[in-house]
């Protein structure tokens, strides 16, 4: 019986579908060509809607991303006080000069 429903045996490999570059298959006809064409875009057409999916989930994935580093940046840079030392560095050296140049 697998022999008559060409089950995958091994004198069944005319039956199986291979690929065919239409580039470089010079002994295909154009409605064998246009045929192939026809079944590609109809392939797309129904794998469209899971690509949009993937991609929408990585763009909101990235997204999240940056979004997480530019707030953490900001969060960050708002808790550092290394400018408030330095401007009370610069009031007290403005201090001592003032008072260089009032005793003189």
């Keep these: 019986m697998a022999a008559q ?5 091994v ?17 295909l006809t154009q409605e064998q060509v246009n045929f192939m064409r026809t079944v590609e875009r109809e392939q797309l057409r129904r794998n ?4 949009r999916g993937r991609n929408l989930g990585v763009a909101l994935g990235l997204g999240a991303v940056v ?3 530019y707030g953490y940046t900001f ?8 400018l408030d030392d330095i401007d009370e560095d ?4 403005k201090a001592r000069s003032e ?3 009032s005793n003189n």
């Design 75 to 82: 969060y960050s840079v708002g808790q550092e006080r290394f």
């Design 5 to 9: 429903g060409g089950g995958g045996g």
């Design 11 to 27: 004198g069944d490999e005319g039956r199986v579908a291979q690929r065919v570059d239409a580039k470089h298959a010079g002994e």
């Design 48 to 51: 469209v809607h899971r690509l």
């Design 99 to 101: 008072e260089r140049h």
């Design 90 to 93: 610069v009031k007290a050296a």
């Design 67 to 69: 979004l997480g580093i």
